[in-house]
């Protein structure tokens, strides 16, 4: 299993701000397990942390702002594509004022630094949402909408439309995240001329040049017009008849800007705050359509805190119900696993079919066959031994015995045709022939029960 991430060290980027023309300074810190992203005001009283989720997003105009009480940071969009697509699960960073620096428009520098840096593994297993199935987003005003389907990875498919003849259409993939640092990172931010004297009188974009954007001119607007625009931005003056891109360095890709627009959705959806598995479609993504997606995706982890291990009836098992007997003194009508399907240092799952002519229905009940309770925590509790007896030399020789039982909870009933899956994991490394365990059966994408056990290992007489 993937462990959690952080960065070996701290590093440092400055900039201005590109709404604020602020000289600012972010700090990328190391974290502990199970921190997450974290971003700390240190020019304000109290130094106050804001938690970088989707749900504490205010605002979306032109970059994403995260607030909490007094405290609000913008721009923070760059910076969060950079942890999330190389793989950094917690860090702590600090900013000495109300956004994160601009630099070049682009994630490229973050990712340096981080790579600069270092990324150093912790003991804390990453915990992924997979998607199971299709989850749709659609603003049915603008036509943007955002996908998301079943994927053994993370990837993305971006297509942007503008009335624009300079970028109509275009379109940019990401298969796989260890290409983001060549394919996506450098993409610029990007703005249409039109646009730039609107967001001047709202107050933003104040740090805005040639050297941290792509400024698109793609409608002509008159020589004295253009001069005036020219003279706000602090730029030369250029020939108004000429369309196109302006910006001193050229294009990187044909598609730079679909390509930012699909850094901009990794940097959005970073702020779910859990890594997720499968394929995102965003078509004319934008910030706000992103919060949205970010904050549904939030909505539906929570509705599903535990998920079911995926179980695929065609796979061949990791344990037949032969290599089972072997392990297992059990048997019938007390063994309750079928098949383990996986296994792993400190985890299992495994199976048990259940039928009508299981011998417990007899009298549990005549008239409404239920599987006992006490039957799901002692078939969770075989396959926990499993895994501790997979783990010794000659398992024959040895047994598993219950110590203690908590926390156990019954949430559904177990009838005939079910599948019960059952995933156990350790909870601490095995000390002197104790083994603390927390386990989970499902039923479908339903839990029907859960307990925490601690089992002690001895060898047979």
Same mark, same amino acid.
């Given at each position: 299993?993937?462990?959690?991430?952080?960065?070996?060290?701290?590093?440092?980027?400055?900039?201005?701000?590109?709404?604020?023309?602020?000289?600012?300074?972010?700090?990328?810190?190391?974290?502990?397990?199970?921190?997450?992203?974290?971003?700390?005001?240190?020019?304000?009283?109290?130094?106050?942390?804001?938690?970088?989720?989707?749900?504490?997003?205010?605002?979306?105009?032109?970059?994403?702002?995260?607030?909490?009480?007094?405290?609000?940071?913008?721009?923070?969009?760059?910076?969060?594509?950079?942890?999330?697509?190389?793989?950094?699960?917690?860090?702590?960073?600090?900013?000495?004022?109300?956004?994160?620096?601009?630099?070049?428009?682009?994630?490229?520098?973050?990712?340096?630094?981080? $790579?600069? *840096?270092?990324?150093?593994?912790?003991?804390?297993?990453? /915990?992924?949402?997979? #998607?199971?199935?299709? &989850?749709?987003? =659609?603003?049915?005003?603008?036509?943007?909408?955002?996908?998301?389907?079943?994927?053994?990875?993370?990837?993305?498919?971006?297509?942007?439309?503008?009335?624009?003849?300079?970028?109509?259409?275009?379109?940019?993939?990401?298969?796989?995240?260890?290409?983001?640092?060549?394919?996506?990172?450098?993409?610029?931010?990007?703005?249409?001329?039109?646009?730039?004297?609107?967001?001047?009188?709202?107050?933003?974009?104040?740090?805005?040049?040639?050297?941290?954007?792509?400024?698109?001119?793609?409608?002509?607007?008159?020589?004295?017009?253009?001069?005036?625009?020219?003279?706000?931005?602090?730029?030369?003056?250029?020939?108004?008849?000429?369309?196109?891109?302006?910006?001193?360095?050229?294009?990187?890709?044909?598609? $730079?800007? *679909?390509?930012?627009?699909?850094?901009?959705?990794?940097? /959005?959806?970073?702020? #779910?705050?859990?890594? &997720?598995?499968? =394929?995102?479609?965003?078509?004319?993504?934008?910030?706000?359509?992103?919060?949205?997606?970010?904050?549904?995706?939030?909505?539906?982890?929570?509705?599903?805190?535990?998920?079911?291990?995926?179980?695929?009836?065609?796979?061949?098992?990791?344990?037949?119900?032969?290599?089972?007997?072997?392990?297992?003194?059990?048997?019938?009508?007390?063994?309750?696993?079928?098949?383990?399907?996986?296994?792993?240092?400190?985890?299992?799952?495994?199976?048990?079919?259940?039928?009508?002519?299981?011998?417990?229905?007899?009298?549990?009940?005549?008239?409404?066959?239920?599987?006992?309770?006490?039957?799901?925590?002692?078939?969770?509790?075989?396959?926990?031994?499993?895994?501790?007896?997979?783990?010794?030399?000659?398992?024959?020789?040895?047994?598993?015995?219950?110590?203690?039982?908590?926390?156990?909870?019954?949430?559904?009933?177990?009838?005939?045709?079910?599948?019960?899956?059952?995933?156990?994991?350790?909870?601490?490394?095995?000390?002197?022939?104790?083994?603390?365990?927390?386990?989970?059966?499902?039923?479908?994408?339903?839990?029907?029960?859960?307990?925490?056990?601690?089992?002690?290992?001895?060898?047979?007489?």
């Amino acid at each position: 299993m993937l462990k959690q991430k952080t960065i070996k060290g701290s590093f440092s980027l400055k900039g201005k701000g590109l709404h604020t023309g602020l000289d600012l300074i972010v700090t990328f810190n190391p974290a502990p397990e199970n921190h997450g992203y974290k971003i700390q005001r240190t020019d304000m009283e109290g130094k106050p942390v804001i938690d970088a989720v989707a749900d504490n997003v205010i605002e979306t105009t032109r970059g994403t702002v995260l607030a909490k009480g007094e405290a609000r940071v913008s721009t923070v969009e760059h910076g969060m594509a950079a942890l999330y697509a190389l793989g950094i699960d917690n860090c702590l960073i600090e900013v000495n004022g109300p956004e994160f620096p601009i630099l070049d428009g682009s994630a490229q520098f973050y990712v340096q630094e981080i $790579e600069k *840096a270092g990324i150093e593994e912790q003991n804390a297993v990453k /915990d992924f949402y997979i #998607i199971k199935s299709k &989850i749709e987003f =659609r603003d049915e005003e603008t036509g943007s909408s955002i996908i998301v389907l079943p994927d053994e990875n993370f990837s993305l498919n971006v297509l942007v439309s503008y009335d624009s003849k300079i970028i109509p259409n275009q379109f940019a993939t990401l298969e796989d995240m260890d290409k983001f640092k060549h394919e996506i990172a450098g993409s610029r931010t990007f703005v249409f001329v039109r646009e730039i004297e609107p967001l001047l009188s709202a107050g933003l974009i104040k740090g805005g040049d040639l050297d941290n954007a792509i400024v698109i001119y793609e409608r002509e607007m008159s020589q004295e017009n253009f001069d005036k625009l020219a003279d706000v931005m602090r730029v030369p003056h250029m020939d108004a008849k000429k369309l196109g891109y302006i910006n001193h360095k050229p294009l990187v890709w044909a598609n $730079e800007c *679909a390509r930012h627009k699909l850094l901009d959705v990794i940097g /959005d959806l970073a702020l #779910i705050g859990k890594p &997720i598995k499968g =394929r995102i479609i965003a078509t004319r993504p934008g910030h706000t359509i992103n919060n949205k997606f970010a904050r549904q995706m939030r909505k539906e982890i929570r509705l599903h805190d535990v998920q079911a291990p995926i179980y695929n009836c065609d796979e061949a098992p990791v344990m037949d119900v032969n290599r089972i007997r072997e392990l297992l003194p059990h048997r019938y009508p007390f063994q309750l696993v079928d098949k383990v399907i996986e296994i792993g240092a400190n985890y299992i799952v495994g199976v048990k079919n259940i039928t009508v002519n299981e011998p417990f229905f007899q009298g549990h009940f005549p008239q409404e066959p239920v599987m006992p309770g006490v039957l799901q925590v002692e078939a969770m509790a075989q396959v926990g031994g499993l895994l501790v007896l997979n783990s010794v030399d000659e398992p024959e020789r040895y047994s598993t015995y219950f110590m203690k039982i908590d926390g156990v909870k019954f949430r559904q009933k177990v009838v005939p045709g079910d599948t019960l899956i059952f995933r156990v994991e350790m909870l601490t490394p095995i000390r002197r022939g104790i083994a603390t365990m927390k386990g989970y059966a499902f039923v479908g994408e339903k839990v029907t029960c859960e307990a925490e056990f601690m089992a002690q290992i001895i060898k047979n007489k």
